[in-house]
């Protein structure tokens, strides 16, 4: 089968030269026996599964997977954002599950980057000022050359006074991905971050997340059920019912469609 288990768990080896996912020695981010129930009772949902799974630095990782599958609670439980019912993540060399409620605010604030379907950006504030906002909440100085090179990376030199309001969406999408670059964090999260965009936009985005990666070395890992937007990715992670069912290295469109296709076979049998 092409999305099994068997055949596409250990083939990491790209063909092209580049080498996202072979350098899972050191990952960007791990997940270890990750486990995430919620409820009880009668309302128990085994969202995750004892999952494991490597994603590696400077790679640009896609989560696919039938709705429900658990794609949104994995990414969750990567980011810090939510907490597993057993299980680690590693992110960036240190165990987030063994930090406290606000320590892991802080780390996250610096070491991890968000792009949400809803773009998230603070209405009153331009551009130029939403991107800067991590590291104002941080504390931390701005890095003139890192400003330059992210915002010229996303073309956004001319809308940097602009606010949110006067942007388009795909141009808010990429103010929301400066932001999340502006830290240098281990990873960017995406959850659907093209599914509020138009078709255009959306492709337009998309490429600026892989820029991203090929140009600025960001580790990503998006969650999509778009078998188009997975495509931009150099590796998509298959899920099904909580658990890993698969992954294909280089995907194409067609090769998502297939994998996608056969899982729903599978699960619906
Ligand atoms: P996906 O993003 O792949 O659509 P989710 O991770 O959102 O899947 O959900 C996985 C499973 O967990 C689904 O059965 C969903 O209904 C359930 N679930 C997700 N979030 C919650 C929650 N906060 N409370 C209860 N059940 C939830
Ligand atoms: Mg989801």
Same mark, same amino acid.
């Given at each position: ?88 993540? $590693?992110?960036?060399?240190?165990? @987030?599950?063994?930090? *406290? %409620?606000?320590?892991?605010?802080? &780390?996250?604030? /610096?070491? =991890? ?15 130029? $000022?939403?991107?800067?906002?991590? @590291?104002?909440?941080? *504390? %931390?100085?701005?890095?003139?050359? &890192?400003?330059? /090179?992210? =915002? ?118």
């Amino acid at each position: 089968m092409t999305a099994g288990v068997d055949r596409g768990m250990t083939r990491f080896a790209g063909s092209d030269g580049n080498f996202c996912g072979m350098e899972l020695s050191k990952p960007a981010v791990a997940a270890r026996k990750l486990t995430k129930v919620y409820g009880a009772g009668e309302a128990r949902v085994l969202a995750l599964d004892s999952v494991d799974v490597d994603f590696a630095a400077a790679c640009f990782t896609a989560i696919m997977g039938p709705s429900g599958s658990g794609k949104s609670t994995l990414l969750n439980l990567l980011a810090g954002l939510d907490a597993p019912t057993s299980g680690s993540v $590693q992110l960036g060399g240190k165990d @987030l599950t063994g930090l *406290g %409620d606000n320590e892991l605010t802080a &780390w996250r604030r /610096t070491h =991890v980057g968000f792009v949400f379907q809803a773009f998230n950006l603070l209405p009153m504030l331009t551009a130029a $000022q939403n991107i800067r906002l991590p @590291l104002d909440l941080a *504390g %931390d100085k701005l890095d003139r050359e &890192w400003w330059d /090179t992210v =915002v010229d990376t996303l073309a956004l030199r001319d809308r940097l006074n602009h606010r949110p309001s006067e942007m388009s969406g795909g141009q808010r999408q990429r103010v929301a991905l400066a932001r999340g670059l502006i830290t240098r964090p281990d990873v960017i999260f995406a959850d659907e971050p093209t599914g509020n965009l138009d078709t255009r936009s959306g492709f337009e985005v998309l490429s600026f997340l892989r820029r991203s990666v090929r140009e600025l070395g960001q580790s990503v890992v998006m969650v999509t059920h778009d078998p188009a937007a997975a495509a931009y990715a150099e590796r998509v992670i298959l899920l099904a019912d909580g658990r890993l069912a698969g992954e294909i290295l280089h995907p194409s469109k067609e090769a998502v469609l297939a994998a996608l296709d056969e899982l729903t076979t599978l699960v619906n049998v």
